[in-house]
């Protein structure tokens, strides 16, 4: 499968052969074919650069996001090093509190039970 801007290069390419041949069967006229040329050769060599800055510099963010990873896991290894409980503690299911069922005061000096209806 072709990468998209060998696609788009492709398609242009298409458009000004089409383009071409429109004019020598003299559906469009010269003003016509000129400045469709025109547009056409700029959105190629638009993709053209974009292209080659993307070869030239294509692998520009994989060493800062490579630094990251390694300091990262360095962070890792010093915490863990440091205080081993803290390793431990993220390895656990986190606790669950035990459920009390919730009671309030009313007027007089029954307890009423909100969990129950008493």
């Known amino acids: ?3 998209l801007q060998q696609w788009k290069l492709s398609a242009i390419q ?3 052969d089409r383009l071409l041949d429109a004019h020598l069967d003299g559906v469009i006229t ?3 074919y000129v ?3 025109e547009q056409s050769l700029n959105e190629k060599a638009v993709l053209t650069e974009q292209m080659a800055e ?3 510099n294509g692998n520009h963010w994989l060493e800062p996001l490579e630094g990251f990873v390694k300091a990262a896991h ?3 290894s010093v915490a863990c090093g440091q205080n081993c409980v803290l390793h431990h503690s993220f390895q656990k299911p986190p606790r669950i509190p ?3 069922p919730v009671t309030q005061f009313s007027g007089s000096s029954r307890i009423k039970n909100t969990v129950f209806g008493d």
């Open 1 to 3: 499968m072709k990468p």
């Open 14 to 16: 298409e458009k000004l």
């Open 30 to 32: 010269r003003e016509e």
């Open 35 to 37: 400045g469709r040329k």
């Open 54 to 56: 993307v070869e030239r």
């Open 74 to 76: 360095q962070a890792r």
């Open 98 to 100: 035990h459920f009390s």
